[in-house]
């Protein structure tokens, strides 16, 4: 699959995984998954996969 650059918010499709956020934050995808673990990055997991929603990540990091 090719791996479209994100150059800004406005890049960012509405709901992300983890790699897509540790990209943007300049974590480890592990890091960014603990974070979901323990609910300090508002996120839903659907079996293995874990989804962010775009605006709640902005809101939690304070690009909103």
Do not use: H
């Not at 673990?37 to 839903?44: K, L, N, Q, R, S």
């Not at 293995?48 to 909103?64: A, H, P, S, T, V």
């Amino acid at each position: 699959m090719l791996k479209t650059r994100i150059l800004s918010w406005g890049d960012v499709p509405a709901i992300i995984d983890l790699e897509q956020a540790s990209d943007l934050l300049g974590l480890s995808i592990d890091s960014v998954r603990r974070y979901c673990v323990m609910g300090d990055i508002p996120a839903v997991q659907i079996g293995k996969q874990w989804r962010i929603d775009k605006y709640n990540l902005m809101k939690k990091f304070g690009y909103l």
